[in-house]
């Protein structure tokens, strides 16, 4: 009886989502197995929505259940809409301190050696108390960066790496006193270095399919182990230059006022968000009987992970289960096995350590933390067994 109410309950809530898409939903249900039901998080936010504004999509952390989750559930945000770019005659133009200026079609990409691999993300602008809906993990297939900058023969006087969108927008940028009003296109770089990675992709196909235009179609920079922003959709323009890149994203959105504590002294520091910061959470309980099963992910930027502990009700530091399926630069799921569980509230929270023996700080500790960017704290998750 009580599971039969606990399926309905959750496809109502799902219905309510607009999430009902004959798959998803199979997939969702069909998870719980005979007598297993979802236990409710009590701290998420009650006015929780996955499309909040138009062209926006949160991923709604409570349904984590498989490494890949449909595509139509990975998380959207952009800064100046989507633009609607022919993949027909639509090119990538490769310019600045090259020796051969190239312009690339999506069937010129395709024709090149394709490489696919899993790669989550979140946006750096996630946040624990709004139960960080901008996360996705997907398959992504397209062609190595690398050796086209390659092809095109990178000239010694080049630095840095400019990847232009073809969104738009409208920005006043003030400099010496002076405001000016400049319409642009959505930029972001990376140094020559950091782009000449292997792994960094212009891809096109996601989880088997054409990107959508919501992820970027016809093709985007995928820079596994960076925090979304890197990741420039509707990718139009790359641009070699010998200086640093300043545009917005750059150098005034995304920058992480950071203090570190030097004798009795702070010394603060501004970064431009770049690499994801090791970060976990607690994302769905279920229980069958009186033990549950804890599962979350955890992001990196690629570095090796030493451990994932859960807590419960603030006692000892427990490892839980890394899943098999983890790659590199995917999220990486885990699961915990939390046993004799007695009805009640109950406070939960995972923290991730790198073989570098880093470990996900608390909330508390990023206090010297001033900007909202880049929020990888322990989150403390509540739920009320019954
Ligand atoms: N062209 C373009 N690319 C962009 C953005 C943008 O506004 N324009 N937003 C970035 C940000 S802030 C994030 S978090 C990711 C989101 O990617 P997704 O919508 O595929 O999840 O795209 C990045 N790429
Ligand atoms: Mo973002």
């Not at 009902?20 to 069909?30: F, H, I, Q, T, W």
């Not at 979304?228 to 300043?246: C, P």
């Not at 599962?295 to 419960?312: H, M, N, R, W």
């Not at 004799?340 to 509230?345: A, F, I, R, S």
Request: glycine share 8%; with cysteine.
């Amino acid at each position: 009886m009580h599971h039969t109410a606990t399926r309905r309950e959750l496809l109502r809530g799902l219905f309510a989502a607009g999430l009902v898409l004959a798959e998803g939903s199979s997939r969702s249900l069909s998870a719980l197995a005979d007598g297993e039901e979802v236990v409710p998080f009590t701290d998420f936010p009650k006015d929780f929505n996955v499309a909040p504004r138009s062209g926006v999509r949160y991923f709604d952390t409570r349904t984590l259940e498989s490494f890949l989750p449909p595509s139509e559930q990975f998380f959207t945000v952009q800064h100046y809409g989507q633009p609607t770019v022919d993949s027909g005659t639509h090119r990538l133009h490769v310019t600045g301190l090259v020796n051969r200026s190239i312009e690339l079609s999506l069937a010129d990409l395709k024709k090149r050696p394709r490489l696919e691999q899993v790669v989550g993300f979140e946006c750096s602008g996630n946040n624990n108390a709004r139960g960080n809906p901008l996360v996705g993990n997907a398959r992504w297939a397209g062609t190595s960066l690398a050796s086209i900058l390659k092809d095109c023969g990178v000239k010694s006087l080049a630095r840095e790496v400019v990847f232009f969108g073809a969104d738009k927008g409208t920005e006043e940028v003030s400099h010496g006193g002076s405001t000016q009003k400049v319409e642009q296109r959505f930029g972001r770089s990376l140094s020559l270095e950091d782009a000449s990675r292997p792994e960094v992709l212009l891809a096109y196909e996601m989880n088997g399919e054409p990107l959508s235009q919501a992820q970027g179609s016809p093709f985007r920079l995928i820079v596994p182990g960076w925090y979304g922003v890197a990741n420039v959709k509707w990718l139009e323009q790359i641009h070699l230059q010998d200086s640093r890149f300043m545009g917005k994203f750059m150098a005034r959105e995304y920058v992480t006022l950071r203090g570190h504590k030097q004798n009795s002294d702070v010394v603060w520091n501004e970064t431009s968000v770049s690499r994801m910061q090791l970060k976990s959470m607690v994302a769905r309980v279920t229980r069958s009987g009186s033990s549950c099963k804890v599962a979350g992910f955890v992001l990196t930027d690629g570095t090796p992970l030493k451990a994932v502990e859960v807590s419960i009700d603030n006692g000892p530091w427990k490892p839980a289960t890394l899943a098999k399926s983890n790659t590199a630069y995917s999220w990486k799921l885990f699961s915990f096995q939390w046993q004799d569980v007695k009805p009640g509230e109950h406070t939960l929270v995972s923290r991730a350590t790198d073989v570098h023996g880093n470990v996900q700080p608390s909330e508390a500790e990023l206090e010297l933390k001033k900007t909202r960017w880049e929020n990888n704290g322990q989150y403390v998750r509540t739920v009320v067994v019954s």
